[in-house]
């Protein structure tokens, strides 16, 4: 067993080497949380509570005197994050992050809208407040008017907003099932989908990135086969998501309620949407997963739909070992919507169809269909 320091540490026991020369610390489960290298043990829910405290160091390492900010409402499949913010109370303490689990998804939403204000008053405190909302899909229906409000009003430069939103595909331990996307895209706001626990880390500070500069709120989607999930794996760096200096400078989109009842608001909210393209060109979050140059065939895939496919791909390719199937080019995609036009055009060339796997509703497809569709042959 071990203790949970004060200062994030745990108190454990020492080993000698094989050898019995020296000492080495013993890993604890606990580690997973502060741990910045080698292999560790995560569920879904204390990846999310990992990823405030990760925002939280990399702040301070640029220079950063920013404060954290986490609510929601509990609800399958997040019914646990409660529970792992409450389990890490002393490690949010020491970093300046704040757990509030709120009476439902629209109060906690509008108390996030609030937090957003903190870059932007002269009497701050800090430089900003990175919040995280979180709630499963039909609390965004019941939070819609808080969302799009907030949304709306924007984010900090120092500071942003993460969505985290439990999608029940399957109704697992819901009434009905359910996928919010569609509802996200209707009030402008990102989404990002990370296929596994191993991702959300990478999402998850890439959304808050993307949000300190569009000045969006970003929707970042679990579902119930990811967040109550557990799984082992060697950390990866994150970057610091800088840009190029052609990248245009958008303070003009930062958090401001001055627009609203005015024809402004929808203006500001179009700029966002462009500013995210901007950013998701300068750092893509989709990948070529097999380039296969000659391929006529593409295939694109999202979420936990992608580590889906590749099992399935995995099945035909073990049980025709001496029918090679066509060559197929695979593209995923990180940034569900607005898709990132640059890297789709890419892949798109050179392919006479293309197969897209996404769950529940045809947003990638849509959007897919849409930009290619009355492209030059020669083009796509």
Same mark, same amino acid.
């Given at each position: ?200 880390? #990478? ?9 300190? #500069? ?40 930062? #958090? ?125």
């Amino acid at each position: 067993m071990s203790t949970l320091m004060p200062d994030g540490t745990h108190k454990g026991c020492r080993y000698k080497n094989l050898d019995g020369q020296g000492d080495i610390y013993k890993y604890q489960l606990g580690d997973n949380l502060t741990q910045t290298e080698g292999r560790v043990f995560l569920t879904g829910t204390q990846a999310l509570t990992r990823l405030v405290l990760a925002q939280r160091r990399a702040d301070v390492k640029q220079g950063l005197n920013t404060a954290g900010f986490v609510t929601g409402y509990r609800g399958s499949p997040l019914a646990g994050v409660d529970i792992a913010m409450w389990r890490a109370q002393p490690l949010l303490d020491a970093n300046q992050i704040t757990f509030l689990p709120a009476i439902n998804e629209d109060l906690g939403a509008t108390i996030v809208m609030g937090t957003q204000q903190a870059g932007v008053r002269d009497d701050r405190s800090v430089d900003g407040v990175f919040s995280m909302w979180y709630g499963k899909g039909p609390g965004v229906d019941r939070a819609g008017d808080a969302l799009h409000h907030g949304n709306a009003a924007g984010a900090s430069r120092r500071g942003g907003v993460l969505l985290i939103v439990g999608d029940d595909h399957t109704a697992a331990s819901s009434s009905i099932p359910h996928a919010s996307e569609t509802s996200l895209l209707a009030l402008g706001i990102p989404i990002v989908h990370p296929a596994s626990v191993e991702e959300y880390e #990478y999402f998850g500070r890439w959304g808050w990135a993307l949000s300190r #500069y569009s000045g969006a709120w970003v929707a970042f989607k679990v579902s119930t086969e990811t967040v109550e999930s557990g799984r082992s794996f060697e950390l990866q760096p994150v970057p610091d998501f800088t840009l190029d200096q052609d990248i245009p400078d958008n303070t003009h989109l930062e #958090y401001s309620a001055k627009e609203f009842l005015t024809l402004a608001i929808e203006s500001r909210m179009a700029d966002r949407v462009q500013a995210v393209k901007a950013f998701s060109r300068q750092h893509r979050l989709d990948r070529l997963i097999d380039p296969a140059p000659m391929a006529t065939l593409g295939l694109i895939t999202s979420g936990k739909a992608h580590l889906d496919t590749l099992d399935a791909l995995k099945i035909l390719y073990d049980a025709h070992p001496d029918k090679p199937l066509p060559a197929l080019r695979h593209y995923k995609i990180g940034l569900n919507w607005p898709i990132e036009e640059a890297g789709l055009r890419a892949f798109a060339q050179g392919l006479e169809h293309i197969l897209i796997v996404e769950e529940k509703a045809p947003v990638i497809e849509s959007q897919v269909k849409d930009l290619l569709f009355n492209e030059p042959k020669s083009l796509c």
